[in-house]
Every structure is written in structure tokens, then in C-alpha cells.
Nanobody, 122 residues
Framework: QVQLVESGGGLVQAGGSLRLSCAAS????????MGWFRQISGKEREFVAAITWSGGRTYYADSVKGRFTISRDNAKNTVYLQMTSLKPEDTAVYYC???????????????WGQGTQVTVSS
């Protein structure tokens, strides 16, 4: 089992920045690829970004490419999502997840955090 806890969400103005963190505990964090997803109420959860277990490869949704950066610190069992140039359409609950593989589908991820709200005002 891997337990994931997100933090760092909040209210920010359009054009601003936030950094989300996801702290992992339980099984060895470093063997898992990690992903960030987001969900607006009433809509499906969508992929945002993923990073391999080593941090050597990353993958982004087109909607956030160039604005968001995913990174990880295996010594701290933590994955981050640095979000810049935020837009009102980035408003959502953001979830981190752990995966044995490396992909963009929610069905590939075994463990999920409880989510953190990000609200971007115009």
C-alpha cells in the first residue's frame, strides 16, 4: 500500500503560480511512476502530468505543457507540480497518483491521494 497526501492548493489570481506537493508513505515510493490529475465537479478526471520512477522522463497534457512542471525527490518521498501562468480553466481538484507503469490513463494508477483544491480567479 502507498498512502498519498497532497498539499499546496489554494486561491490564486490568473497569471499566478502555485506549487503542489504530494507526500508518499508506505511501500517504496521510488519504484512508482507518479502522476497528477485534475477533476472539475461533474466532469471526468483528466491527466495533467506524469514522471517516471527515476525522474528521467516526464509527460504532460497539451493544456499544461510549458506552464506546469512535474518533479520528484525520492529521498523525501515527494512529488511536486509547479504551476505557472495559471488560468481560470485550471481550476479543479488536483490529485496525485502512483503507478507501476508510466501513463496518462487513470486506470493505470493504483493509489490515489484525497485531492487538493486549486482555484484560479480571473
Amino acid at each position: 500500500q502507498v498512502q498519498l497526501v497532497e498539499s499546496g492548493g489554494g486561491l490564486v489570481q490568473a497569471g499566478g503560480s502555485l506549487r503542489l506537493s504530494c507526500a508518499a508513505s508506505g511501500r517504496t515510493f521510488s519504484v512508482y511512476a507518479m502522476g497528477w490529475f485534475r477533476q472539475i465537479s461533474g466532469k471526468e478526471r483528466e491527466f495533467v502530468a506524469a514522471i517516471t520512477w527515476s525522474g528521467g522522463r516526464t509527460y504532460y497534457a497539451d493544456s499544461v505543457k510549458g506552464r506546469f512542471t512535474i518533479s520528484r525527490d525520492n529521498a523525501k518521498n515527494t512529488v511536486y507540480l509547479q504551476m505557472t501562468s495559471l488560468k481560470p480553466e485550471d481550476t479543479a481538484v488536483y490529485y496525485c497518483a502512483a503507478d507501476r507503469g508510466f501513463g496518462a490513463s487513470i486506470y493505470e494508477y493504483d493509489y490515489w491521494g484525497q485531492g487538493t483544491q486549486v482555484t484560479v480567479s480571473s
